[in-house]
């Protein structure tokens, strides 16, 4: 709810249910896997309770303790459905095999039993009607707030703080300590974009889960504003591939190598002065843009508090090992 309120004061908000279809052996699906999907992959009539003792019975239940994201996959819908929507798909995103991947990736049956292709379920669902950049604008266009652009600011360098009393750094939590440990792994995405007449796929997102087509998804931007009409459509081609020392880092890889990494540079974080670590990239975490904004209001308010009583920054608002 708080969330749904900052964001409203930036911008007008759109309704928007967000919707992805998957291409898997050339058949289209819906996702989340739901009861649609099972009935159309399986060719079958089920309803909610038949369509769940079904996957039910689909299910290893072999397997009691999923240490793999394979594992988890398998236990939860059974290899048909695992090898159908999630491995390749996920083989492709992270960049290894889905049993070299924690179950936590996969924490929650990924499955429906009604038909209901929405991809997410929050009360809230929206989307800016003229684009993330005014609202981005709106929030900076505060008497408090000053940007600079294509300012470096090197963290090393005792000059830098000279000028702050304290530092929030939503960078890389590696790069602010110069790589000390070493590099933390990261996926970055190249999007190759094309312009074409009229609709080119139908729905905003399509999932590509086949490990022999290299993209992983294509973006069709004009569904992500059905009020608006548009003649020529622009899609984007994502091609996923472990982040280069030059490339834009997107999301963590946190396996067994990176989660030692991340501790030496928690453990180290710890002991720095004026600085607190938010955000996905200072966090190491995979955030979606609600969480992101709710842990940075959560933030804001508990520095406030620390400054007004006079107590130390923390240098987390929360802990990224977690």
Request: with cysteine; charged share 25%.
């Amino acid at each position: 709810e708080h969330v749904w309120q900052y964001i409203n004061r930036f911008g007008e908000m759109m309704p928007y249910r967000h919707k992805v279809k998957a291409i898997s052996q050339g058949t289209m699906y819906s996702l989340p896997v739901n009861l649609r999907t099972i009935n159309q992959f399986f060719g079958r009539n089920f309803d909610a309770k038949q369509a769940e003792e079904f996957i039910q019975s689909k299910a290893d239940v072999t397997i009691t303790n999923p240490v793999s994201f394979e594992d988890q996959g398998l236990r939860f819908v059974g290899r048909e459905l695992y090898e159908a929507f999630f491995a390749g798909y996920t083989a492709k995103q992270w960049g290894v095999e889905p049993k070299e991947l924690p179950a936590s990736i996969l924490a929650r049956l990924p499955v429906r039993f009604n038909e209901d292709d929405s991809y997410f379920n929050h009360p809230y669902q929206a989307i800016p009607k003229d684009g993330y950049t005014p609202i981005v604008e709106a929030i900076l266009n505060h008497a408090s707030i000053k940007v600079r652009l294509g300012t470096r600011f090197d963290p090393g360098s005792h000059a830098a703080f000279g000028e702050f009393d304290h530092v929030v750094w939503t960078g890389p939590i590696d790069a602010y300590f110069n790589f000390e440990f070493g590099r933390l792994g990261y996926r970055t995405l190249d999007f190759v974009p094309e312009v074409a007449e009229g609709d080119y796929q139908g729905h905003p997102v399509v999932n590509y889960c086949d490990v022999d087509v290299p993209y992983t998804r294509i973006t069709e931007h004009k569904h992500f504003a059905p009020w608006e009409s548009h003649e020529r459509t622009v899609v984007y081609r994502e091609f996923s591939r472990l982040c280069g020392e030059t490339d834009t880092p997107y999301y963590p890889i946190r396996l067994v190598k990176e989660k030692q990494q991340l501790l030496n540079y928690v453990q180290k974080a710890r002991g720095a002065k004026g600085v607190t670590f938010i955000g996905r990239l200072g966090t190491y975490r995979y955030l979606d843009m609600d969480v992101t904004i709710h842990e940075a209001l959560l933030a804001s308010k508990s520095m406030l508090e620390c400054i007004v009583s006079k107590k130390q920054l923390p240098c987390f608002s929360v802990d990224p090992m977690v």
